[in-house]
């Protein structure tokens, strides 16, 4: 599915010397208008580095405004990120992979250096050195 949204206004607000929030305002290729919401991370000087959707399933939406100026647009293609993530689940990418971890790890699963799989087997043994 691909996307265009041009960002008609940006208002940032700071919460604490590390934390902020945005609202992004928009505009998509239909001409239909709205907000989409945001946590910011701030630098020493209090300057936006990094931005987190409030709601996960606009996260591509979010990084790509993040970098744009007012009345600058952008077009984003969501196909891949919609066949990854259910449109349910209110995951981030690294929470899923983490349950996915979590869970080749209650299986004994270890992951090597190189990427691959290996099934972990505990041996136990009677001898004494």
């Not at 907000?35 to 936006?48: G, H, M, R, S």
């Not at 690294?94 to 691959?116: R, T, W």
């Amino acid at each position: 599915m691909l996307k265009m949204f041009t960002l008609n206004n940006r208002v940032d607000q700071q919460l604490s010397d590390t934390a902020g929030t945005v609202v992004f305002h928009v505009t998509d290729e239909n001409g239909d208008s709205r907000k989409i919401f945001a946590d910011t991370y701030l630098d020493e000087n209090q300057v936006p580095q990094g931005v987190t959707a409030s709601n996960k399933r606009e996260l591509p939406l979010v990084e790509g405004l993040f970098r744009l100026e007012i009345g600058e647009s952008t077009t984003l293609d969501f196909t891949l990120y919609n066949k990854t993530f259910s449109r349910k689940q209110d995951k981030t990418a690294n929470q899923i992979a983490h349950d996915e971890v979590m869970k080749m790890q209650e299986k004994n699963y270890l992951l090597s250096k190189a990427g691959k799989i290996f099934k972990f087997n505990k041996k136990k043994t009677d001898e004494v050195d």
